[in-house]
């Protein structure tokens, strides 16, 4: 797999793993779930620059 498709994939597994952990902190009302949305976004950072070189 070439870093191209790499950093892609990271990119999409990243950004759904957000999605999801955001949706089910605000459906648990749950801060600590909320908060690790916020912290897998620092994830995702990385996975855009490593997109865009």
């Not at 191209?4 to 990119?11: D, Y």
Request: glycine share 4%; net charge neutral.
């Amino acid at each position: 797999m070439n870093r191209e498709k790499a950093a892609l994939l990271s990119l999409v597994s990243n950004s759904f793993l957000i999605t999801a952990k955001l949706v089910a902190g605000i459906l648990m009302h749950s801060i600590g779930v909320i908060s690790e949305a916020i912290h897998s976004s620092i994830d995702l950072i990385a996975s855009i620059i490593a997109f865009f070189p």
